[in-house]
């Protein structure tokens, strides 16, 4: 089996599991999902970070797992038009290589769009946008969001790879989306103020830097306004988080 391959097991081992598992009267085993003392499925006698540097770049095996980088962008729509913010930390292979990395992309003046996965494969699709308005790509790794302004409003779009077209009021990507979710939720309202938009959108993405460590930097912040985009600048998200906590005291 492909599990027990890339596991090591023995035939023996492996059946040995699946009797501990489900074999013993009243026992839980090893994987006895449901228990009432539930247990992470790991091979017994491994610990997950040994097991993964056995399957890393580098290892002699065949079988190598790429540990995923990330990001943290967002956008949203309120009553004075979109606002656009992302971090700025920018990995390459393990190491960061820089801080100040824009992952807002300026298509035209009239239209933004922000940039998670691939730099390169985002940069590429988002610049061959500004001359076509469909094609078919390839396949890319990006995960983006489109925002502009025409007859209907502000407007914001999330497109990815897979061909996923959606619209809405507001979404985030990369793998400090999840916390930058739990901010947006607990702060959004579409009749916002500008300066609380702002706030929002600074406090979104410098708490998601704070617990996803591949997101980090600084937050760069546009507002797209029914008469093109303004950027409203970048702000070091250590000094956000300080000034948050300072708030708190």
């Known amino acids: 089996m492909a599990l ?4 090591g097991l023995r035939r023996e081992e492996w059946g040995a599991l699946l009797e501990g ?3 013993a009267a009243g026992g839980t085993g090893h994987y006895g999902f449901g228990a009432g003392e539930p247990r992470i499925a790991v091979p017994p006698g491994r610990q997950p970070s040994e097991f993964l540097q056995t399957l890393s770049e580098g290892s002699g095996d065949r ?4 540990l995923a980088h990330g990001t ?3 956008a949203f729509t309120f009553q004075h038009g979109v606002i656009v913010a992302t971090d700025s930390r920018a990995s390459a292979g393990k190491y960061i290589s820089t801080l100040l990395f824009n992952k807002v992309i300026e298509i035209n003046p009239y239209l933004l769009g922000t940039m998670s996965g691939s730099a390169a494969d985002c940069q590429y699709w988002e610049r061959l946008l500004a001359k076509h308005c469909s094609t078919w ?6 995960g983006s ?13 999330y497109i990815d790879d897979n061909g996923v077209r ?3 009021p507001l979404f985030s990507t990369g793998s400090g989306n999840t916390y930058a979710y739990g901010v947006l939720d607990s702060g959004y309202r579409p ?3 500008v300066e609380e938009a702002y706030d929002l959108g600074r406090r979104a993405i410098s708490y998601a830097t704070h617990r996803d460590a591949y997101s980090g930097g600084v937050v760069n912040m546009y507002h797209m306004k029914e008469d093109g985009w303004i950027r409203v600048g970048r702000t070091d998200v250590a000094m956000l988080l300080d000034q948050y906590a300072e708030a708190k005291k």
């Open 63 to 66: 079988h190598q797992i790429e």
């Open 145 to 157: 969001m489109l925002c502009g302004w025409d007859k209907k409003g502000p407007g914001l779009y």
């Open 21 to 23: 598992a489900w074999g």
């Open 191 to 193: 009749d916002l103020s």
């Open 137 to 142: 790509m390839g396949a890319l790794w990006c």
């Open 166 to 168: 959606l619209s809405g």
């Open 4 to 7: 027990q391959e890339v596991c």
């Open 72 to 74: 943290t962008t967002l």
